[in-house]
């Protein structure tokens, strides 16, 4: 049984472009919800998307932009990039349905902006 | 919003005790996590505790709930070298949906041989 798969594991950007994330959730799973995680930072919630809909956001800007597709599976974009941006950004599914109390991560891709 | 604290390093002998502590600010959070991350991965789940409970105990893990005093600790028993890695407590927060979780900075355990 699959975990949580995320692609890419690592990227390298500059400055002002452009990045898509992808993450297909757990098997079973039907809520992908997105964390950013700057180094030696705990994980801060970006977003949860649930039924095709963004259902929370965290403190982000709107360059922050998400989207979960019919199959659950999901894509984070950020666009105009800044340094700051540069972070391992973790991907986590779980299911209201089957203990929606317990995330299942994975195991992230790491953004590097120069 | 909330803030979860944690202390940032832990080095222990291989074989003792390791306790972690937490404290949490939300005093109507009902589920507490602890996650582990090792080094170029992603989290893992490693126990949760309900916040109608005191205690829970998984093999090695202990979880302990103080909820008076915000406070959440792990103890890890015959802690071995894999154990190194870091330790993050997280509190679902006031009014947040399932999935939405607040993170310490976590704990960087060193088990030494």
């Known amino acids: 049984d699959a975990g949580v798969t995320q692609s890419p594991t690592h990227l390298i950007k500059t400055r002002g472009q452009q990045v898509t994330l992808r993450c297909s959730p757990k098997?079973?799973?039907?809520?992908v919800s997105w964390y950013q995680q700057a180094l030696g930072q705990g994980p801060q919630f970006i977003f949860q998307?649930?039924?095709?809909?963004?259902?929370q956001r965290g403190n982000f800007p709107d360059r922050f932009s998400g989207h979960q597709f019919p199959n659950y599976s999901s894509e984070l974009n950020v666009n105009a990039l800044l340094l700051g941006d540069s972070a391992l950004y973790l991907c986590?599914?779980?299911?209201?349905?089957?203990?929606?109390?317990?995330?299942?991560f994975g195991a992230g891709s790491r953004l590097t902006v120069l | 919003g909330e803030d979860v604290e944690q202390s940032l390093f832990l080095s222990v002998r291989e074989g003792d005790s390791s306790v972690i502590n937490c404290t949490y600010t939300?005093?109507?959070?009902?589920?507490l996590y602890w996650y582990k991350q090792e080094p170029g991965a992603g989290l893992q789940l490693l126990t949760y505790?309900?916040?109608?409970?005191d205690m829970k105990q998984d093999q090695r893990l202990t979880v302990l709930l103080n909820k008076k005093d915000k406070h959440l600790s792990l103890r890890i028993a015959d802690t071995q070298t894999g154990d190194s890695a870091i330790y993050f407590c997280?509190?679902?927060?006031?009014?947040?949906?399932?999935?939405?979780?607040?993170f310490g900075r976590g704990t960087q355990l060193t088990v030494w041989p």
């Open positions: 997280a509190e679902i927060g006031k009014g947040s949906t399932l999935g939405r979780l607040y």
């Open positions: 998307y649930y039924e095709e809909e963004e259902r």
């Open positions: 098997s079973g799973h039907d809520t």
């Open positions: 939300d005093s109507s959070s009902t589920y």
């Open positions: 505790i309900f916040s109608n409970m």
């Open positions: 986590a599914s779980s299911s209201p349905g089957q203990g929606g109390n317990v995330l299942t």
